[in-house]
């Protein structure tokens, strides 16, 4: 069964500076208030970090924890063992609270390298790593996967990203083949995929069996080719609206759904909203999304 749920980044969480953000509270509150069913955990340290404090937060709004984005810095050797013990650390929470089939988000910290920034969107093989970092980024997310596995039995997925170093459909080729199956999942963002290049449609049936946990993003292809043209940079582009909410969204999330059918998901569906002036306040967003996709019968 399909399962819906939110993150704090589609409150701000991520985009507003410390002391302008909601509380946690406001956020969970609003998330189950909008008919949603569980969140992701959101930045570390943005919800409670004790497993009985969270436990006790999620339970009386009757929410679920469904995994956590860790940032890593696969390609950077010297940073290894700082990514697998931040991974660890957020999955010893996310099993303690959130079960066996809570997962592990890795992803690189988008927009820190200035080129993948710059180029969101329009990445060219040229601004990629070279092979021998790139085999070092693969190495690296067998590294990080196996160490959760280990210590939490818990599933890894990786979410690839504009203005990180998998973006591109070559990209993601080269990192599917490149990493474990049996370790390495794929979190698979419908809004990333299509301003990375690729056809989400397409993408989903070819890494359905990697396909672990899924993303609800919104992408206008109107305000990507506008960012395109004029070569606005990654940051910038969320802000002209290249994420949109579902319902204005150019991704056939009918389509989505149908295939995810077809492949036997039985994960979560997570949306993610960027906070974007004129749209009015997280919670109506949250609420309209939701109300998109009771449209699609889940």
Known sequence: MIKIGNAPCSWGVIENVEGSRLTYENVLDEMSETGYAGTELGDWGFMPTDPSELSVALNQRKLELIGSWVSVYLHDASRLSRSIDEAVRTARLLRTVGGEKAVIVLGNDPHTDIIRTNNAGRITPEMGLTAAQFEAFTNG??????????????????????????????????FVNGTDPDLVGIAFDTAHIAFGGGDPIAALRKYGDRVRHVHFKGYSEQAAAKCRNEKIDGVAAVGEGVFCELAESDIDFVSVLAVLREIDYEGWIVVEQDVLPGTGTPKENAKRNREFIQTLGV
């Open 141 to 174: 997310a067998n590294a990080v996967a196996r160490a959760v596995k280990d210590e939490t039995g818990l599933h890894t997925v990786f979410h690839p990203h504009i203005a990180t170093f998998v973006e591109t459909p070559d990209e993601i080729d080269a």
